[in-house]
């Protein structure tokens, strides 16, 4: 480096530099180890993507990707499909498919279809319940069409409806038949959550025809008691349990303290398996805890060591002289505070951390 900053570009060599000979092999060798290397490899790459990661669907929205559908049944099921693999796309897409939908679906046929279309996807494809409720929901309000046969939540009701007939010998059926029916129960549960449905006066109400056959699912897989049904109904209770309850209650009824004994007398008399009776027993532990909601002080009322159990949770801890502690909980805790003070006074010219404020010497 010191024979490159002596180098001199002379007036006449035109551009050429003096490099003594010395310096020679020592400056080719710099430049050889400095290579410029350009990568060829894109920032969308295979290579910065997991496996099993499908980067196709985190860059575009759905309808940007698909297109040229030949039937209706092609394009909602890519959608369905889509959906399943990005569930938190439903809010940005949701009104781009229904909108689409609204200008193919013209129909009672095609309406037909695209509702068993919904329903399968619901019912057989594990975890769908809850974003196919969302779904049915969403058409319910926004699909246009309603022909004589029934609009689009009718139509999805009746369907239901079917499934909900063969309820007692699904029940009995063999591991395939159970299976299928209890995907049928938890889609039936986020509908009864998830559908809103307007009542006369413009408020917004659950359907009461599924809380009604809610009641009678929980009947049916109590009164087949094998694991499966009795796991399927935990899941079920686990659900909708509280908001069953308060249905119930607005009616005067005691439907829930009925369903609460039938869980008590399976534990008892059931050859279920140890596990799901624990499962049964937390249920009714839940219940009993009013399903897990906890109903804070009101605003309006002032919190006391009366009515608050955490008024003195964030108070902090004192020491008396013997080093006992005490907080604002303890009953003698103004005689306790006063003697602190007290003993405090004896030392005016020290901090807490005991650095002397006096200056050296005192």
């Not at 796991?231 to 908001?243: D, E, H, I, R």
């Amino acid at each position: 480096s010191e024979h490159l900053q002596q180098a001199r570009i002379s007036s006449g060599s035109q551009g050429k530099i003096s490099v003594p000979d010395s310096g020679l092999e020592m400056a080719e060798s710099q430049v050889a180890m400095a290579p410029v290397v350009t990568s060829k490899l894109s920032v969308k790459a295979p290579e910065f993507y997991p496996s099993g990661y499908n980067q196709n669907f985190a860059d575009s929205s759905f309808e940007d990707r698909y297109d040229g559908y030949l039937t209706l049944a092609e394009y909602v099921q890519d959608f369905l499909n889509h959906l399943t693999e990005q569930p938190g796309c439903f809010e940005t897409e949701i009104g781009q498919f229904a909108e689409t939908v609204n200008g193919w679906v013209t129909a009672d046929e095609t309406l037909q279809e695209l509702v068993e279309l919904v329903y399968q996807q619901a019912t057989s494809v594990p975890n769908f319940s809850y974003m196919g409720a969302r779904l049915c929901n969403y058409l319910s309000h926004h699909l246009t069409i309603s022909p004589q046969s029934g609009n689009f939540r009718q139509l999805l009701l009746q369907r239901c409806q079917t499934e909900y007939e063969n309820r007692n010998e699904a029940a009995k059926g063999d591991e395939s038949a159970r299976k299928q029916f209890h995907a049928f129960v938890l889609f039936l549960a986020e509908l009864y959550l998830n559908l809103e449905i307007k009542g006369t006066k413009g408020q917004v109400m659950r359907a009461e025809i599924l809380q009604e056959g809610l009641w009678e699912l929980l009947n049916v897989l109590f009164s087949n008691p094998v694991d499966n049904n009795l796991m399927c109904a935990v899941k079920l209770l686990k659900l909708t349990g509280s908001v069953l309850e308060d249905a119930w209650k607005k009616k005067g009824k005691n439907d829930m303290e009925e369903m609460i004994q039938r869980i008590e007398n399976v534990v008892l008399d059931a050859n279920c398996s140890r596990d799901v009776k624990h499962m049964l027993l937390k249920v009714v532990e839940l219940r009993s805890s009013n399903w897990g909601r906890v109903h804070g002080t009101s605003q309006h009322t002032e919190a006391t060591p009366e009515n608050d159990p955490n008024y003195f949770m964030n108070e902090p801890t004192f020491y008396t002289s013997d080093g006992v502690p005490f907080t604002a909980a303890d009953r003698d805790y103004q005689e306790k505070y006063q003697e602190l003070l007290e003993r405090e006074d004896l030392f005016p010219d020290y901090e807490e951390n005991g650095t002397d404020l006096s200056g050296p010497g005192d």
